[in-house]
């Protein structure tokens, strides 16, 4: 059985190997960075030459805590370092545009955080001027190197469940959004900053939905001014189906994140562990029971490593990995606008009660992208 894991266990390998390993900086020093980025990027052997924030005492708190020497003084001094040759943006998302467009310019390759634009517009105008420039542009959708993830779409691709008919994430949560002040104060909130995630983790397997459904809603007496609670609907060719249910104001203490592909020949089941006791969280589990290789049952998968912060490596390094060897990040910018596409398409759904159509032509599932 071990030799049947095996490659499913290469899949979800986040070593990059060190002739792929370049300079890197970061812009921002938020929480992410200072618990996930640098933490991963240490792990993986890789050199962070600096950090730059707006908030000069915080970049250096963070600096010194992860031993990175260099706090650049100003977005102009970091892209003056001639060492840099990828720079990692984690900021707020109205900001993030114009620092992509000044890196691109500058002649570095990118890693943009999650939604790494505001709309698909915007989005296209980045991918765009990072093909003319011969760079490579790249987001930080994480969720589709974590172990659980990685390891279920590997098994989806050898067709171990045969043709994939339902995929759901079904979280049901308690977050406390007041450390983002302006995460409270957004009208959008759980679409777009966190459902983005299973979102994109549902088209890195399924691919594309033609036609996607969603309603959202607030609960009484919550902090934030969007949506917390929220159904989306992901319609395909056929009679395939998504799914993502989320609510993150779970009062009762009993959290429930778990995700479920169900196929023609079997079915994969896990949870995420980091959402039971965010941000400490626990480690994934994985089962899956498979006719075609077979199984005989649920065979337990083990998972070694986490989403946070352990698969922040796995963008970089599929940047990484394409900047060495050519061709595309598998989270690459041109890739995400179809991310950006569906979120739009599910708040327009939200808005007007309707449903909402993405594209015209139907697309194989469960195909590699």
């Given at each position: 059985?071990?030799?049947?894991?095996?490659?499913?266990?290469?899949?979800a390998d986040?070593?990059?190997?060190?002739?792929?390993r370049?300079?890197i900086?970061?812009?921002?020093?938020?929480?992410?960075?200072?618990?996930?980025?640098?933490?991963?990027?240490?792990a993986?052997?890789?050199?962070?030459?600096?950090l730059?924030?707006?908030?000069?005492?915080?970049?250096?708190?963070?600096?010194?805590?992860?031993?990175v020497?260099?706090?650049?003084?100003?977005l102009?001094?970091?892209?003056?370092?001639?060492?840099i040759?990828?720079?990692?943006i984690?900021v707020?998302?109205?900001?993030?545009?114009?620092?992509?467009?000044?890196?691109?310019e500058s002649?570095?390759h990118?890693?943009?955080?999650?939604?790494?634009?505001?709309d698909?517009?915007?989005?296209r105008q980045?991918?765009?001027?990072?093909?003319?420039?011969?760079l490579?542009?790249?987001?930080n959708?994480q969720?589709?190197?974590?172990?659980g993830?990685?390891?279920?779409?590997?098994?989806?691709?050898?067709g171990?469940?045969?043709?994939?008919?339902?995929m759901t994430?079904?979280v049901n949560?308690?977050?406390?959004?007041?450390?983002?002040?302006?995460?409270?104060?957004?009208?959008?909130?759980?679409?777009?900053?966190?459902?983005?995630?299973?979102?994109?983790?549902?088209?890195?397997?399924l691919?594309?939905?033609?036609?996607v459904?969603c309603t959202?809603?607030?609960?009484?007496?919550?902090?934030?001014?969007?949506e917390?609670?929220?159904?989306?609907?992901?319609?395909?060719?056929?009679?395939?189906?998504?799914?993502?249910?989320?609510?993150?104001?779970?009062r009762?203490?009993?959290?429930?994140?778990?995700?479920?592909?169900?196929?023609?020949?079997?079915?994969i089941k896990?949870t995420?562990?980091?959402?039971?006791d965010?941000?400490?969280?626990?480690?994934?589990?994985?089962?899956?029971?498979?006719?075609?290789?077979?199984?005989?049952?649920?065979?337990?998968?083990?998972v070694?490593?986490?989403w946070?912060?352990?698969?922040?490596?796995g963008?970089?390094g599929s940047?990484?990995?394409?900047?060495?060897?050519?061709?595309?990040?598998?989270?690459?910018?041109?890739d995400?606008?179809?991310?950006l596409a569906?979120l739009?398409?599910?708040?327009?759904?939200?808005?007007?009660g309707?449903s909402?159509?993405?594209?015209?032509?139907?697309e194989?599932?469960g195909e590699?992208?």
């Open positions: 059985m071990l030799d049947l894991l095996t490659p499913i266990a290469a899949a986040l070593t990059i190997p060190a002739g792929h370049l300079p900086a970061v812009v921002g020093a938020g929480a992410i960075v200072d618990v996930a980025h640098l933490p991963a990027y240490r993986a052997g890789l050199e962070v030459t600096g730059y924030d707006l908030d000069g005492e915080r970049a250096r708190e963070v600096a010194a805590r992860h031993g020497t260099t706090v650049y003084g100003s102009r001094e970091l892209l003056s370092d001639e060492r040759a990828v720079v990692d984690a707020a998302p109205e900001a993030q545009p114009g620092i992509a467009r000044a890196v691109l002649g570095r990118v890693l943009c955080q999650k939604p790494f634009a505001p698909v517009a915007t989005g980045l991918v765009d001027l990072a093909a003319a420039r011969g490579k542009i790249a987001v959708q969720l589709r190197f974590d172990e993830i990685a390891a279920a779409r590997a098994m989806v691709r050898a171990w469940v045969g043709e994939p008919t339902t994430f079904t949560i308690a977050t406390d959004w007041s450390g983002w002040e302006w995460l409270v104060s957004t009208d959008r909130l759980e679409i777009v900053y966190h459902s983005i995630h299973y979102l994109d983790a549902i088209r890195s397997i691919g594309d939905p033609v036609t459904f959202g809603s607030r609960t009484a007496g919550q902090l934030p001014k969007g917390t609670r929220t159904m989306s609907t992901l319609v395909y060719p056929g009679d395939v189906r998504a799914l993502v249910h989320v609510t993150h104001e779970n009762t203490g009993d959290h429930e994140a778990a995700f479920r592909i169900d196929g023609t020949e079997g079915a896990g995420l562990g980091l959402l039971y965010y941000p400490h969280g626990r480690p994934d589990t994985l089962l899956v029971n498979s006719r075609t290789v077979p199984t005989d049952g649920w065979l337990p998968y083990p070694t490593t986490r946070l912060p352990d698969a922040v490596a963008p970089m940047l990484l990995a394409a900047i060495a060897e050519g061709g595309e990040p598998e989270t690459a910018g041109a995400n606008l179809g991310t569906l739009d398409a599910l708040y327009r759904s939200m808005e007007t309707e909402r159509r993405l594209r015209a032509g139907p194989p599932v590699a992208r």
